[in-house]
């Protein structure tokens, strides 16, 4: 069985995620206190028309919550092979949230109502958990499709002992991605936005990859951050690494990042490992 407790930050997309996860076969439940959990899951490990489970759980369970790494550790003892994703945002984009669907935060009384306060008690409530979580989400910068992208990409297939690597582009100027294992910055390479015939269209297009790839320090480039990679992913494999997120960042996120992303993608397909792709912000204006 395949079993996931999806927990995170109020705000971060905990309920988008959990309707990517019931959408994919996942038997989802909302809001369970953790100490319901390990029976749960025996019931659930018992009933062979259940395979694939997703609970739930945050700080709207208020003391209830803290004792969730106590049932990991009972899920552990019982032989379930339980997996944590960890969801979060950052500390303005969470505060931006919150005033615009003028929720109440679940820490709000206690943080006498001021918001910025109560994520920082919860970012601070939470650190051990998100330190121990198998998977981790940053959604600050994502819209809902691209999240629910993400969490489909983690769960639609078996794990196994290859690695899923997620192979990324965006933009300096919207924002590094937070959950990024590696980054490199590519605006050091010439820039198809100057060129008026290839400004509107991305990396995607044949003509802006055969304008990137035409310089010597491009190829060059290339050549160095494959070495790299192929270098490190073995090593990421052995330390029990189930998914490695590589992404590349030029200006906008929409040509030379793009290129590199494609490229890196078709480098590690040749060699027969899982990737999944991701534009972030190549169709951003």
């Known amino acids: 069985m395949e079993f996931v407790i999806v927990t995170g930050l109020s705000g971060s997309g905990k309920s988008s995620a959990v309707k990517v996860l019931e959408d994919i076969g996942y038997f989802c439940i909302d809001n369970m206190p953790p100490q319901l959990i390990p029976d749960f899951a025996a019931m659930c490990n018992e009933n062979n028309e259940i395979s694939k489970v997703a609970i739930v759980t945050d700080i709207r369970g208020g003391a209830m919550f803290f004792k969730l790494e106590d049932s990991i550790t009972k899920l552990h003892l019982r032989g379930i092979d339980v997996k944590v994703l960890f969801l979060e945002a950052s500390r303005e984009v969470l505060i931006k949230r919150y005033k615009e669907t003028r929720r109440k935060h679940p820490l709000d009384e206690a943080s006498g109502g001021d918001i910025g306060k109560a994520v920082d008690a919860e970012m601070e409530l939470l650190g051990n ?66 060129i008026p015939e290839l400004k509107e269209k991305t990396g995607l297009d044949k003509e802006v990859r055969d304008y990137v790839m035409s310089f010597p320090q491009s190829a060059t480039l290339r050549d160095k951050l494959f070495d790299l990679i192929d270098f490190l992913i073995p090593h ?44 972030r912000d190549a169709a951003k204006k």
Do not use: W
């Not at 002992?161 to 990324?168: K, L």
């Not at 965006?170 to 390479?189: H, M, N, Q, S």
């Not at 590349?248 to 480098?267: D, N, W």
């Open 236 to 279: 990421y494999v052995s330390e029990g690494k189930s998914r490695l997120v590589i992404a590349f960042g030029c200006t906008g996120g929409k040509h030379r990042s793009v290129t590199f992303a494609e490229l890196t993608a078709a480098h590690l397909r040749r060699k027969e490992l899982k990737v999944r792709m991701l534009h």
């Open 129 to 194: 958990i998100r330190e121990n979580a198998e998977y981790i989400v940053d959604s600050s910068l994502l819209s809902t499709g691209q999240l629910k992208e993400q969490i489909a990409g983690l769960f639609l297939e078996k794990a196994s002992d290859a690695m899923m690597v997620s192979c990324m582009s965006f933009g300096f100027k919207y924002g590094a991605p937070g959950e990024a294992d590696l980054v490199f910055d590519v605006r050091c390479l010439p820039n198809p936005f100057y």
